[in-house]
C-alpha cells in the first residue's frame, strides 16, 4: 500500500517544523515493509497567498480531497496580517470542506522529564494523561447571530448568539470519542462535560451521549460533569480527568487551551481534526498539526520546538492510516530524546524548554532514536 500524505507548511516556523516530521515520515516508511508514505507539499496560508492569491489555492484543496491525511504546520504572519484576504481563513475553509468535525487534543507529558516545566506543581502535574475531544463544527460558533446595534440613537443595543445541537450531531462525535477510548488498552474512560443544570443543548447532549454509549458501547465507562467545575479540576487534580474528555464546540475550545498549559510549552502538544470514524479499521481523513501558530518573534531562526509537529506525525499514523505500532514507536523516540543529555549535561530541548539545541538537531536525534528501534 502506498498512503498519500499532503504536507502544508504555511507560514513562519510551520516549514521548520514540518521538515522534521518529513524526515520521521520518510524513515517510517522506509523501514516499513507493509506500506510506503508518498509526501507532497502544497502551498497554505500565507504561502498559498503569495503563490497562487488565495490561502486556499485549489490544487491544494483538490490535494487535501484526495489525499489520505494532511499533515500542516502553521499559517499567518505580519505580512499578510492586514490585507483582505488573511491566511488563518485557508483554515477555516479546509475545515469546512471535509467536514472535520471533531478537534482532538491530547494533554500529557511526552517525557516525564519535563515535569518541572509545567506550571503546576510536579506533584500535582504529574500523571497526567488525556485527550480533549471537542466538536467542531456546531454549537455557538455557528449558529444565528446578532451584532448589537449601539450607534443608532435609542437601539437597546442587543446582540445574541445561538447554541444549537442536534441528536445526530451529538451521536457522531459520541462514537468517535467512544471509537478513541477503545484504542486504548484498557478503554479509557469517557468524561462527558455540559452544563445540563442551565442549558437545554446540555441536557440533549448528556442524554444522548450517555445513551449511544448504553445502546452500542456498552462496557465503556462514561461519566458527567459541569464545565465550570471541571475548569478548577483541571488545575488542581488533572490526573482525575485522565482518559477522553468529550464535550462541545466552546467549552472544548476554552477546556483545550485550559489544558495545554500543564505540559509547559506550546511547542510540545499535537492535534488532529477528524472526519469519519476512526474506529482503527477504516481510513479516516484528518488534518494533524501542532497546537502552535506561526511564531513570528522566532520564525527563520531554527530554533522553533518541532516535538509537536512530530508527535501530530505520530497521530496521523494512528487514526488516519491505522498504524498504531508506527504511531508508538515516533511517541518512544521522542520520549528518548527528551529523557536524554548532551555532553554539557543539558538536554536536548529546544529553547522554549531552557535548552540550546536546533530544530533539526533535535529531528535528528528523534531520527537516530527511531533508526535504532
Ligand atoms: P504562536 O503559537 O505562534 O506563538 C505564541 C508563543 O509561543 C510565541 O512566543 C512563540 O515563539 C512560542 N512558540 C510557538 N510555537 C513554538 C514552538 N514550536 N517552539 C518554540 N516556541 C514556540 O501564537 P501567536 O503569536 O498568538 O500567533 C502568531 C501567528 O500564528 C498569528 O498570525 C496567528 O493568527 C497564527 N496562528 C496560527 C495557528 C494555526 O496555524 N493553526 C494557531 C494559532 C495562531
Ligand atoms: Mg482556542
Known sequence: TTYNVVLLPGDGIGPEVISEAQKVLELVSKK??????KLTPYHFGGAGIDAAGKPLPD?????????????????GGPKWGFGKVRPEQGLLSLRKELDLYANIRPALFPSESLLGHSPLKPEIAKGTEFIVVRELVKGLYFGDRKEADLDTPGSEGDAYDTMVYNKNDVQRITRLAAHLALQQNPPAKIHSIDKANVLATSRLWRRVVQETIDTEFKGLEVD?????????TMVSNPRKLNGIILTENM????????????????????????????DGKTRCNGLYEPIHG????????????????????????????????????IEAAVRKVLDSQDVGGHGLRTADLGGKVSTSEIGA???EELEKL
Not at 505520530?314 to 498504531?324: D, E, G, I, N, V
Open 251 to 278: 467549552f472544548g475550545d476554552i477546556l483545550s487551551d485550559e489544558s495545554s498549559v500543564i505540559p509547559g510549552s506550546l511547542g510540545l502538544l499535537p492535534s488532529a481534526s477528524l472526519s469519519g470514524v476512526p
Open 365 to 367: 536525534k528523534i531520527v
Open 294 to 329: 506561526s511564531a513570528p518573534d522566532i520564525a527563520g531562526q531554527g530554533i522553533a520546538n518541532p516535538v509537536g509537529t512530530i508527535l501530530s506525525a505520530a497521530m496521523l499514523l494512528r487514526y488516519s492510516l491505522c498504524q498504531p505500532k508506527a504511531a508508538e514507536a
Open 224 to 232: 458527567h460533569s459541569l464545565v465550570d467545575s471541571v475548569a478548577m
Open 59 to 75: 490544487d491544494t484543496l483538490a490535494a487535501c480531497k484526495a489525499a489520505d491525511a494532511i499533515l500542516f504546520g502553521a499559517v
Open 32 to 37: 516499513s515493509a507493509d506500506f510506503d508514505i
